[in-house]
């Protein structure tokens, strides 16, 4: 009998059984996938990240709650085949980004839609013999991210404000929280996405690794409401 197993198998093996994600069912997966099918030609024979506003997890099935600003009641997944790491998450700018916006024309947020990911660094704070220190960090970079900026500072998103489709100079990233133990987004986002985590906590080394590991550079990105695929 030959006991031996291929080291990429034993990786992704040892992976699926120690996950931190919870898991789509597969009624509910194959409803977001044909919606990604449908919509935007996806395939998702590679790791696909999938954002749901609007949206929580129960048994497996996606439920549609208030998208509160600045709470996170969003959804972001990792989906292969049928594979599924399925994370709490806020995917809209948070409140003091919206009081005292960086760019004059108002806080951007990602529209529904269709985008690409690649890799980048995204800059974090720690303390090294009691001085703050700037590191810079691997996370995820929205590339040409389409969405509205708050130009009128009236705290929404909608046919008021401007659409903007953002060079990638400007990033919109994909990158964890700027607090141990979040409850609220608050200054965790200016337009990002952000998984319910800290740098060190696991379910962001399991969401980074999971794709950093990968072959592929590059990875789908599918923004949606929770209705839609309920």
């Known amino acids: 009998m030959n006991l031996w197993i291929p080291i990429g198998a034993l990786a992704i093996y040892f992976l699926m059984n120690q996950r931190m994600g919870t898991m789509f069912s597969n009624n509910q997966l194959d409803k977001i996938k044909a919606y990604g099918k449908t919509k935007g030609n996806l395939d998702f024979k590679d790791w696909t990240i999938v954002g749901i506003r609007g949206a929580e997890l129960n048994s497996g099935n996606v439920n549609t709650i208030p998208n509160v600003r600045n709470h996170f009641n969003d959804i972001l997944a990792l989906i292969k085949d049928d594979n599924s790491f399925v994370y709490k998450a806020n995917l809209d700018p948070g409140n ?19 985008y690409k990911v690649g890799r980048t660094t995204h800059g974090r704070d720690v303390w090294r013999d009691g001085q703050k220190v700037r590191i810079r960090e691997k996370a995820f970079n929205i590339i040409n991210p389409e969405g509205q900026r708050d130009k009128n500072r009236d705290g929404k998103f909608d046919s008021q404000d401007p659409v903007h489709t953002l060079n990638p100079s400007f990033g919109i990233n994909i990158h964890p929280t700027n607090r141990r133990n979040p409850k609220t987004v608050d200054s965790s986002s200016y337009g990002c996405l952000n998984p319910q985590a800290y740098w060190e906590d696991d379910i962001w080394s399991e969401f980074r690794d999971t794709l950093y590991n990968d072959s ?8 949606l409401d929770s209705k839609k695929i309920i």
């Open 96 to 114: 003091p980004s919206m009081s005292k916006p960086i760019n004059p024309e108002g806080t951007f947020q990602i529209s529904e839609g269709f």
């Open 216 to 223: 592929n550079k590059t990875w789908n990105l599918m923004i």
